[in-house]
């Protein structure tokens, strides 16, 4: 599904558009020419779902060179494995997502607890892979479009948003980061974490987003700002925002 210039949707659960696996984040495809990189990579329970639709949607799976991880809870990370074979593409991500997804670490992605809270089927397996770590600030290539990785920790560790400028629109990938309406989610976990929350969403605020594409509910083509200044604005009540 085409959203705009550049950018596609490939995947998406039942708190999306639900083109793909019940559970899988919103993967979005972006599109630099004769690059294409995927944002995040759902579940894996659906690898081949994603990859049709990525033929639907026209495009050669093969050019896909890259996957990028916003953070390594398994409904963005647990479909690296799938895609990353079958495509031959590398994954990155944060350092601390790249260690827990390339270790198999399922207590570091809080997989048990949301088993136990009914997020995941108990019988789940999640399958870890090679990930390349990256710094915050560090630029990468894909075709003519560049993204920035931002550590945007608060949601969760290791959380990553992915900056670029699209024909001059600033355009940011924003995983669990925020919501339209500036809601967020917090869970109950090791690591979601309310001052460093208020301190990534003060970072984004100041980038000045128009667009905004988060991996679950809607996504916001223009005044994307709106979201990251109305979670902030909760945030300097001492309060914290609306959850998704």
């Known amino acids: 599904m085409k959203v705009c210039e550049r950018v596609y949707i490939v995947g998406s659960g039942d708190a999306g558009f639900s083109i793909s696996h019940y559970r899988d984040c919103t993967v979005f495809l972006v599109d630099g020419g004769q690059d294409l990189a995927l944002i995040d990579a759902g579940i894996g329970e659906d690898t081949p779902g994603i990859i049709d639709n990525i033929k639907k949607e026209g495009f050669n799976p093969d050019r896909i060179s890259k996957i990028l991880l916003t953070h390594g ?8 494995y799938g895609l990353k074979y079958a495509l031959g ?3 990155f991500a944060t350092a601390e997502t790249a260690r827990f997804v390339t270790e198999e670490d399922q207590h570091a992605i809080a997989l048990p607890e949301a088993k136990l ?3 995941y089927e108990q019988g789940y397996v999640f399958h870890g892979c090679p990930v390349t770590p990256l710094k915050d600030g560090e630029d990468l290539a894909v075709g003519d ?3 920035k990785l931002i550590e945007t920790p608060g949601h969760c560790d290791g959380h990553a948003s992915y900056y670029t400028e699209i024909n001059g629109r600033r355009t940011l990938f924003g995983g669990d980061f925020v919501f339209p309406f500036g809601r967020v989610i917090l869970q109950n976990i090791w690591d979601c974490r309310i001052p460093e929350y208020a301190n990534s969403m003060n970072r984004i605020k100041e980038l000045k987003i ?6 679950h509910a809607g996504f916001m083509l223009e005044r994307g700002y709106t979201a990251v200044e109305a979670a902030c604005a909760a945030f300097d009540r001492l309060g914290v925002p609306q959850g998704l």
Do not use: K, M, Y
């Open 89 to 91: 593409a590398e994954v």
């Open 210 to 215: 128009n667009s905004l594409f988060s991996a």
């Open 73 to 80: 809870h398994a409904d963005h990370s647990g479909g690296a």
């Open 117 to 119: 809270a009914g997020a």
């Open 145 to 147: 479009i560049t993204l």
